[in-house]
DNA sequence: ATATTTGTCCTAATGTTATTAGGAAAAATA
DNA sequence: TATTTTTCCTAATAACATTAGGACAAATAT
């Protein structure tokens, strides 16, 4: 009844190189242009083989991003445990989120550019995983308004809203352009603006250290 | 050597009748899901007939939103002729954009949600569009800084990036939503707080009147 | 008016690609 | 050693984009 271990590991393997196949290509070519020859081809695999690992071609689409996900949902805890302060918190979410895409920009980019087309994203894991992601956001303004970091009147999902576009805009942007520069320049600056538009106005910024 | 019009409008006229049905199609199911045999029955034609007017499903995918931004582009002059000062502008120029949006949901969403992906994107006329239309804020954000609305700081490329990122973001929210809900709601406190990430600190509101 | 060219459309291929059938070989288990 | 399960393969099948080749009619030229 115990599965043998080398057994599992080799299956494992093989689905990983399945999905590593297939995220290389997809990004490389595209979605469309993307064919299962193409991706078992390169994972070693006759076309057959590849369908005892993935359902199909949409279903390896899905789940690339879907480990990806979750595993940034997973360390965002991880990251902001112990920072103190709206302001600083907002800061960390920032540049680690530009830093996982950095390190990860072939998940990057099926999730910017070819999830969202697809008619079954709503329904699927991954766009759970990526509101949960963004609603740490709303934590965040919330916390801000409590310390006196931020407005009173600050809608905090309409100031998510605006970072979340700001954030996504700069990754799709850099994407598109095959990550040709880097993701943080500039950065400060961009920070800063944001921080002007949630900030309290008299904020005495000392406050919430108290 | 004259051309019968008759025969000139019945050629135009299918032509725009195979458009219309592929915009419905590719908004209602997708790209990928649509298929040439459904765009050619909906406008009543065999598939074959459907090349007489179009290189290729991809062509068809792009005629679509050229039409439809070059169009923008054109209006955006109008729209934004005698209006006093950058943060009027601004308010205009978002105001004026999500109302089009509204207005024309099919073309926004193959602009939003399809053309990213496709490989061509990048060297089609529509992008060249888009950029001009973004890069109208540009200059808002330039005179905004010479008339002192504006911080004399601001990086206006920056600016541009926070104002379309927030605004994309809400158009591809509500189109992934099905447009069930105003893209006006809140948008007031939207500006309000974009606004505040631009202005000038001690902004004599009226100086640029002068 | 008749012949010829051009424009519009069709049915029937063709070729690519995702997916499935059916079974062989190997590994695990009894 | 026999049997079941896993993993993989070759060879269909089916959906679909695209093309061939020609019919028919409208426009144009003679």
Redesign the pocket.
């Known amino acids: 009844?115990?599965?043998?271990n080398?057994?599992?590991n080799?299956?494992e393997h093989?689905r990983i190189r399945i999905i590593n196949s297939a995220k290389k290509l997809f990004s490389e070519q595209g979605y469309?242009?993307?064919?299962?020859?193409?991706i078992?081809k390169q994972a070693?695999?006759?076309?057959?083989?590849?369908?005892?690992?993935f359902?199909?071609?949409?279903?390896?689409l899905l789940t690339i991003p879907d480990l990806w996900v979750s595993e940034l949902l997973h360390d965002l805890d991880e990251q902001l445990f112990g920072i103190q302060g709206a302001v600083n918190k907002l800061r960390k979410y920032l540049w680690w989120y530009l830093r996982r895409v950095e390190q990860a920009p072939l998940d990057a980019k099926i999730v910017y550019l070819f999830l969202k087309t697809n008619a079954n994203f709503l329904n699927t894991e991954v766009y759970a995983n990526v509101k949960r992601l963004y609603a740490y956001l709303i934590d965040i303004f919330e916390e801000g308004q409590k310390n006196g970091e931020m407005k009173p009147d600050l809608n905090p999902r309409i100031a998510r809203d605006i970072f979340v576009g700001t954030m996504d805009h700069i990754v799709t942007r850099w994407l598109l352009k095959d990550m040709s520069y880097s993701l943080f320049d500039n950065l400060d600056h961009t920070f800063n603006l944001l921080v002007a538009a949630f900030k309290a106005e008299q904020s005495n910024s000392a406050d919430y250290l108290n």
Request: charged letters at 30%; hydrophobic letters at 25%; a neutral charge.
């Open positions: 009844m115990a599965k043998n080398s057994k599992n080799s299956k093989t469309q242009k993307t064919t299962i020859v193409d078992s070693g695999l006759s076309e057959a083989a590849l369908y005892e690992y359902q199909g071609k949409e279903d390896l």
